[in-house]
């Protein structure tokens, strides 16, 4: 039981990190090649800029706390 909500808990960190990985070559030097998805505007939130490094870690928490509750212990 619970074989979907690890399909989807996997999937969601993939796709987080796969948008983690793109964004590492603002932050990180000679991570350029890494960079495959265009450039996007961050989002501004009460002045901090949410950059989609950091979109790319929230979905990978969550798809490790969707993996977590959907384990068997």
């Known amino acids: 039981m619970g074989t979907g909500k690890k399909i989807l808990g996997l999937l969601m960190f993939v796709i987080g990190l796969g948008i983690f990985v793109d964004d ?3 932050f990180v030097a000679g991570t ?4 495959w998805m265009p450039d996007f505007t961050p989002v501004v939130i009460g002045g901090f800029h949410l950059e989609h490094l950091y979109i790319g870690a929230i979905i990978m928490v969550i798809g490790i706390l969707i993996l977590a509750r959907s384990s068997d212990f």
């Open 32 to 35: 350029e090649w890494l960079h």
């Open 24 to 26: 590492l070559h603002d």
